[in-house]
């Protein structure tokens, strides 16, 4: 069903709180005074679509936020070109912000888009396929010109193709009247020009109904001490708003009333700033430092940069120069008895395996996380995948067993880092996070909790005054003790050659190798004991059960949330947890008749699971650099169920 169709006219005035760095404010959206009446939507999504010097990344940023304050749900589909200053006006240089909101529960950024913003040609040949029909397609005419047309791959000016009839096509001269709002302030026609994004944020927000307080906000901070510049952005932003408003170019207002959540004050948050702040309240709930080492990479660059600034709350971070050089340090780091986090893509986390096997090797805590993209190689380097699966879990020589998590949603990474901590810390073993470019970039609304709803997350160093010491005497998990160098009576040897049970001497004895290699991989499958019991919706029993992990989450969750309304026999468990591998995943393989299994890759979870617990697995592969559609997944499963 199109997200389009109205419900009732409407108009409204929503408050919600939101915090930005720490303080509270109100924040109250403007009122629905005008003469056109509203529509009320159930959920609307609306794509911003340009040139990467367009601010298209920004203007997604702030109607993400807008919308948050609204009292809506948000998820969001960030999109970077791969060329870093590729010809202007061409395909290769498109760059999009996809965001959709709601009054309820959402899980997905959206399939089809009912609102494209395209800023020239080229934006508009590569999303115009996405747009749903019927949609509004708001178009800066001012860039709709024959040089412009021909960059793009057009013969002829494509506003004029009979086919995007199927739209409500908006051309609005962007440029000129950006201009024409800031033309007594000075500023040179390129600076002026680089404002069109905020008069399309405005215009957007007028037909949505989203409030201008928290942009308005943003301008005032953001460019504070560039005051023309400031007003500039102020000025274009109320000229989009007020065009809307009286001008006859678009005909209807929509509304899309506040997400009843659960109670709270909410931010947006990105997944990337979600782990980097997980990984602080883990220090804060250990009382452990963390230290941060990274080389730069897309999609995970985005948390050594949030971590950089964050030395106010006793973070310490280090760019290496090269991924060998950080994972080695982040060991240094877990020796030195501090907690060691290094984050890379799957480029990095290859030349990370060997220091990875060392950290298991010597069995300390230390976190490494793979932001996933697609490859192999370079691959598309800004798009989203899932095929580090069997990285994670085999991709470093000898037996290297090391527990394996991921994150369900951009907010999730907060908790899913409190955990890979507590893991770390509690079996005294290296963790990997698998997230993906999806929900490294996406973002949603997060509820801010305080730490006191958090279990503390105790770390024992040994005392020094303990007769008896062995480096790896293990307790009852298994784990060795963690002891700091340099404490007195607690000497012990560091390395990668294989250690003596509990001496940590060096050995070459083969039954001991045995030994210290089932020890290590008894420890981690170990932890599985002490999940959660994994969780599943729908019947308990049945014909179809859908398995997810990571970003494929929100399209099974929505995907199978519509089976069961329109009467199919399905169920959905998801998991977090991929080794080891939940206990009870088995016995609630075993209840239903088809397993089915969406991955953004070829099928590796579907062959593990198939392996491990001798059931026919449906794969539903994707690898096209975007997250699963639901309706996708929906068509899937009628299969799936309708199969004799």
């Known amino acids: ?85 590729a010809p202007r006006g061409t395909k290769a240089g498109v760059s999009g912000f996809q965001v959709h909101f ?65 739209f409500r096509i908006i051309p609005v001269e962007i440029t000129e009247l950006t201009r024409a709002a800031v033309k007594d302030l000075g500023l040179t026609t390129k600076e002026a020009d680089r404002c069109r994004n905020f008069f399309a944020m405005g215009l957007v927000y007028w037909i949505f109904d989203r409030p201008l307080d928290p942009t308005l906000r943003f301008i005032a901070a953001k460019f504070g001490k560039r005051p023309a510049i400031a007003e500039a952005n102020r000025r274009v932003l109320m000229a989009g708003y007020h065009y809307g408003e009286t001008t006859e170019a678009v005909h209807q207002r929509y509304v899309v009333r506040p997400a009843e959540l659960p109670p709270g004050t909410y931010r947006s948050l990105s997944g990337n700033q979600a782990l980097a702040w997980g990984l602080m309240a883990a220090s804060r709930l250990s009382n452990c430092d963390l230290v941060y080492a990274g080389y730069p990479i897309t999609p995970a660059s985005d948390i050594l940069h949030e971590l950089a600034m964050r030395w106010d709350y006793g973070v310490k971070t280090f760019q290496a120069e090269d991924e060998i050089s950080a994972v080695a340090a982040a060991v240094g780091a877990a020796f030195g008895g501090k907690m060691g986090v290094t984050a890379s893509s799957g480029p990095g986390i290859s030349l990370k395996a060997e220091g990875l096997g060392l950290a298991v090797m010597l069995e300390l805590p230390l976190i490494a996380v793979n932001v996933q993209r697609a490859g192999p190689s ?68 997060w509820r801010i909790r305080d730490l006191s709803e958090y279990q503390p997350i105790p770390v024992r160093h040994p005392d020094p005054d303990t007769q008896d010491f062995l480096p790896y005497r293990r307790d009852e998990r298994l784990a060795r003790p963690w002891a700091v160098p340099g404490t007195p009576n607690l000497m012990h040897r560091i390395g990668g050659l294989e ?64 089976l069961l309304e329109t009467g199919y026999e399905v169920a959905h468990t998801h998991l977090r947890y991929l080794n080891p591998l939940p206990d009870d995943l088995g016995d609630i393989l075993s209840r239903y008749e088809r397993i089915v299994v969406p991955e953004l890759n070829l099928g590796q979870l579907a062959v593990l699971l198939q392996a491990k617990y001798l059931r026919p697995v449906r794969s539903v592969s994707k690898v096209m650099g975007r997250p699963f559609n639901v309706e996708d997944l929906v068509e899937a499963g009628r299969q799936a169920v309708e199969e004799d």
């Open 102 to 166: 709601a009054g309820r529960r959402i899980y997905t950024p959206g399939d089809k888009i009912d609102a494209l913003v395209a800023m020239n040609p080229a934006a508009l040949a590569t999303n115009v396929g996405d747009l749903a029909r019927g949609g509004l397609l708001i178009v800066d005419s001012n860039s709709f010109v024959k040089r412009e047309w021909e960059k793009a791959g057009y013969a002829a000016n494509p506003l004029d193709d009979p086919a995007l009839s199927q």
């Open 499 to 562: 250690k003596q049970v509990d001496t940590g001497t060096v050995s070459y004895d083969g039954a001991n190798h045995q030994k210290m290699v089932q020890l290590r991989a008894q420890k981690v499958a170990g932890i599985s004991k002490e999940y959660p019991p994994q969780p599943v919706i729908g019947p308990e029993r049945g014909k179809v059960l859908f398995v997810s992990w990571g970003g494929t989450f929100g399209a099974v969750r929505s995907a199978v949330q519509e």
């Open 1 to 85: 069903m199109n997200s389009f169709s109205p419900i009732r006219a409407s108009s409204q005035e929503n408050t919600v709180l939101m915090r930005e760095r720490g303080e509270v404010v109100q924040q109250q959206s403007v009122a629905s005074s005008s003469v056109k009446a509203g529509v009320e939507l159930r959920e609307a999504t609306v794509r911003f679509a340009g040139d990467s010097g367009d601010g298209m990344q920004l203007a997604g940023t702030q109607l993400t936020t807008a919308s948050a304050a609204a009292g809506n749900d948000v998820v969001t589909l960030p999109d970077f070109p791969a060329e870093i200053r």
């Open 378 to 445: 370079t691959g598309l380097p800004t798009k989203t995948e899932q095929a580090d699966l069997l990285q994670a879990l085999f991709g470093r020589h000898g037996e290297c067993p090391l527990p394996v998590l991921a994150p369900q949603s951009p907010a999730d990474n907060f908790e899913i880092a409190v955990e890979a901590w507590r893991i770390a810390v509690r079996y005294m073993t290296p963790v990997m996070i698998l997230s993906d470019g999806y929900l490294a970039n996406g973002a949603e609304p």
